[in-house]
């Protein structure tokens, strides 16, 4: 009897363990990209506009962020007050940014299809500038980098964003860590770079003046880059190398000029990419903000049909030798192994796509897969998005950010006010989320645990790109989003049992009828809700270390500091149903995309079965 009761009890466990959330067969992924870039609106900083999207947006929030000599525009705002936040804190970085917005211009430029079926190519372009107007405002001159607004104070602090000037407490705010001559960074310089001339090649279509501008700034940041070697040193971001960098930097520049500038293609041309640079240990396979050396190869070798072989086995290598969790995860590190599984996942998407004529791998669904388990398709039955996922998962509310937690007025040194109030105040759609923490699955909602719960700038850029890639026959155009504040009480917010809505009509955002050509005095039109993409620009006069690239320290990618390090007090532990489009140049599009929408589940489903299962088991013993 005692052997009855404990088999039964496996039992149980085995398949709870194993019923994830069903896959979503008819996902609408434009309705997911949409929130992903809506993320991006969250976090822009410096809007005084009452009638901006986000109510800490139109407070004081980074007003006065300038450069040293305190210099403001004509409206009395510091050159550098606008921007994106980096993460959950009010911090301005130029380095991930950088490399945020590189990767948002790549995958416009290998997705801009998908993008464009979607109804999002405005609103994407948007978002690229207003992170890429920050970063020429960055550099205001051709040897002068402006690489963080904020300091450690604002990242110790939690408090919300119309207190980050209070003196009184955090003593005054400024843009300090400055690159320069006397104080070089060519890694920060040729991340640029790449940002800057990746930018230019997606403007070209759409504004060959701004295009002209970001290439202009590239030509400067290269210079730069070149004649003045050094490292980029932040706590929050270390980086120990720039070999990465360079690489990326010269392939994009080669990118935008075209072949006639062989200059740039001898910096990445046979050889200059190792076997090492690539599979010296799991963290070589990794593409983020500080390792760009396996982007860079997919990159030229789809390019440049350079460096073939070398991209197909990592892409390889991604899904048979990275450890993954026991729901399929891509494992890496305790701290943000769904941004590297988006990381490789987007690699994997751009390699496969129907573009590439040279990728041989045999597996072209492991992007999926991830996706799914993203999603909710795990053992936690939890989608690591905020506050979306597939159908029936359970979300997350709770997220470590400050603005939308909007704790109690004062700022906060010792982390008391991140337990108050108890749930965050204003919901954010579409951030990617850190995910589980090991081999395990260990994850659960808790605003404190920033290594779960905190979302940043460069997690959302490759969440955006898989997204893009994703784009099939199940998937609708949507509205582009303007705000994605619900009003909803959340003190009402049952974390336990809240159930995802984002596919019920309640939530969704009202679909566009392509048909329609007689909406223009429809104050719900598209003209009406999309922000201008050409607005607030800002008017400005426009050494190798390959010895040391495989000895980087591992911990220098999974040192991403979004979160908070840890304070000695205890508390911190720091849509659609859519009119159906009947063109048959969208179907035949459709038709072409490179992926089948198989949507073959990680997790294997066996809810329908379990509890016969488990008497058939019983009446057997």
Request: charged content about 20%.
């Amino acid at each position: 009897m005692f052997l009855k009761i404990i088999i039964i009890f496996f039992i149980f466990i085995f398949i709870f363990k194993i019923n994830g959330v069903p896959v979503d067969k008819e996902f609408n992924y434009c309705d997911g990209l949409n929130k992903a870039l809506g993320f991006y609106k969250v976090q822009r900083a410096g809007i005084e506009d009452p009638n901006s999207e986000f109510p800490w947006q139109h407070e004081i929030t980074t007003k006065y962020d300038t450069y040293l000599n305190n210099k403001t525009n004509k409206n009395g705002n510091g050159f550098l007050s606008k921007g994106y936040f980096d993460a959950g804190d009010y911090l301005k970085i130029t380095f991930p940014l950088a490399f945020s917005m590189t990767t948002l211009s790549w995958s416009f430029l290998e997705f801009e299809e998908n993008i464009k079926f979607c109804n999002l190519t405005e609103n994407y372009l948007s978002t690229i500038k207003w992170g890429v107007d920050w970063l020429m405002a960055a550099h205001p001159e051709p040897n002068v980098i402006y690489a963080q607004c904020g300091g450690e104070i604002d990242h110790l602090s939690w408090s919300r964003a119309d207190q980050i000037y209070n003196n009184q407490v955090t003593g005054p705010r400024n843009c300090s860590l400055i690159v320069d001559t006397n104080n070089p960074s060519s890694d920060i310089a040729f991340e640029m770079v790449a940002a800057m001339a990746a930018t230019s090649i997606v403007f070209e279509e759409f504004d060959e003046q701004y295009s002209k501008q970001c290439k202009i700034h590239a030509d400067q940041l290269w210079d730069f880059g070149i004649r003045y070697p050094g490292i980029y040193y932040n706590p929050l971001y270390p980086s120990n190398v720039s070999k990465d960098e360079q690489i990326w930097a010269s392939a994009w520049m080669y990118l935008m000029y075209g072949p006639e500038y062989s200059f740039f293609r001898g910096f990445f041309d046979n050889g200059k990419i190792s076997h090492d640079d690539l599979f010296f240990n799991k963290w070589s396979h990794v593409f983020s903000w500080n390792n760009k050396m396996s982007g860079a190869c997919i990159l030229i070798a789809k390019n440049f049909n350079i460096y073939v072989d070398e991209a197909n086995y990592l892409i390889h290598s991604w899904d048979t030798k990275i450890n993954k969790t026991k729901d399929g995860l891509f494992f890496l590190d305790e701290w943000g192994n769904a941004r590297y599984s988006m990381g490789g996942s987007f690699l994997e998407a751009v390699w496969n796509s129907n573009k590439n004529q040279t990728a041989k791998t045999t597996n072209t669904n492991f992007a999926q897969n991830q996706i799914n388990i993203i999603l909710g398709n795990n053992s936690n039955h939890h989608s690591y998005v905020s506050m979306y996922g597939f159908k029936h998962a359970k979300v997350t509310l709770n997220i470590h950010h400050r603005s939308s937690h909007s704790p109690p007025n004062g700022t906060d040194l010792k982390f008391h006010n991140i337990l108050s109030p108890p749930n965050n105040k204003f919901p954010i759609y579409g951030a990617l989320l850190p995910g589980p923490i090991d081999i395990n699955d260990l994850y659960f909602e808790e605003r404190s645990r920033y290594e779960m719960n905190e979302p940043a700038l460069d997690y959302n850029a490759v969440f955006v790109g898989v997204l893009s890639s994703l784009i099939n026959s199940y998937s609708k155009p949507v509205q582009p989003i303007s705000s994605l504040t619900l009003s909803f009480n959340s003190d009402d917010y049952n974390r336990d049992s809240i159930e995802n809505k984002s596919n019920n009509n309640e939530d969704e955002i009202k679909p566009i009828n392509n048909n329609n050509n007689n909406n223009n005095n429809n104050e719900d039109s598209l003209e009406n809700n999309l922000p201008p993409i050409f607005k607030d620009s800002y008017d400005l006069e426009i050494d190798d270390d390959s010895d040391d690239f495989n000895n980087e320290e591992n911990d220098n990618n999974n040192n991403n500091n979004d979160g908070d390090d840890d304070d000695d007090d205890d508390d911190d532990d720091d849509d659609d149903d859519d009119d159906e489009d009947s063109s048959n140049s969208n179907s035949n599009f459709l038709k072409k995309n490179f992926y089948s929408n198989s949507n073959k589940s990680t997790i294997i489903n066996y809810s329908g079965i379990s509890i016969f299962s488990i008497l058939i088991l019983i009446l057997l013993i």
